[in-house]
Nanobody, 111 residues
Framework: QVQLMESGGGLVQAGGSLRLSCAAS????????MGWYRQAPGKQRDLVAL???????NYADSVKGRFTISRDNAENKVFLQMNSLKPEDTAVYYC?????WGKGTLVTVSS
């Protein structure tokens, strides 16, 4: 059973940066499409970024040019580099792949 664990969330001022990490169990991590999603209070969970095994990416319009998804197949990890953070980026961020979800990490951006 695949297990995912996020880390790296926290409190940051607007304009700042954070790097989220997601550690995955499983020996076939490299064949999974991995994604980051977020859910703000009272809102639905939305896609932030996807990364295919071949390296193709897809970003939500609201984060294009500010966020970058990447992966390290040797370490079974996927990352989300978040720059120029805005208060509206405040949410719980979830890692997903292989039909599994992590428990999420909270990102709070203060104005």
């Amino acid at each position: 059973q695949v297990q995912l664990m996020e880390s790296g969330g926290g409190l940051v001022q607007a304009g700042g940066s954070l790097r989220l990490s997601c550690a995955a169990s499983g020996s076939i991590f490299k064949i999974w499409t991995m994604g980051w999603y977020r859910q703000a209070p009272g809102k639905q969970r939305d896609l932030v970024a996807l990364l295919t095994p071949g390296g193709s990416t897809n970003y939500a319009d609201s984060v294009k040019g500010r966020f970058t998804i990447s992966r390290d197949n040797a370490e079974n990890k996927v990352f989300l580099q978040m720059n120029s953070l805005k208060p509206e980026d405040t949410a719980v961020y979830y890692c997903s792949g292989a039909n599994a979800w992590g428990k999420g990490t909270l990102v709070t951006v203060s104005s």
